[in-house]
């Protein structure tokens, strides 16, 4: 079991920056693939970026490609999504997400685990 918890949402200008951060309980986080999800009011949950158990490996959404970063620090149970360049279209809440074992996923329903979320918006 792993319990997540964002924080680092807020109110940012189109252009600004924001850093999400994701706390895990737990002793395990390194056994465990992380990601990031957003979902915007109307809209279905999409995937914004994924990072493997040891950090080497990430994937990307294409709409934040060159944007945004996901990074993770095991010794502190916490993975980061480094968000630069906002756009209004970047406005949504924004979840993490779990899954014991594996590489990275790009599809919600192989998490297992979600924090409850973090809203982002992004005035124009």
């Known amino acids: 079991q792993v319990q997540l918890v964002e924080s680092g949402g807020g109110l940012v200008q189109a252009g600004g920056s924001l850093r999400l951060s994701c706390a895990a309980s737990g002793r395990t986080f390194s056994s465990y693939a992380m990601g990031w999800f957003r979902q915007a009011p109307g809209k279905e949950r999409e995937f914004v970026a994924a990072i493997s158990r040891g950090g080497g490996r990430t994937n990307l959404a294409d709409s934040v490609k060159g944007r945004f970063t996901i990074s993770r620090d095991n010794a502190k149970n916490t993975v980061f999504l480094q968000m630069n360049s906002l756009k209004p279209e970047d406005t949504a809440v924004y979840y993490c997400?779990?899954?014991?074992?594996?590489?990275?996923?790009?599809?919600?329903?192989?998490?297992?685990?979600w924090g409850q979320g973090t809203q982002v918006t992004v005035s124009s």
């Open positions: 997400a779990a899954v014991n074992g594996g590489s990275y996923y790009v599809m919600a329903y192989d998490y297992n685990y």
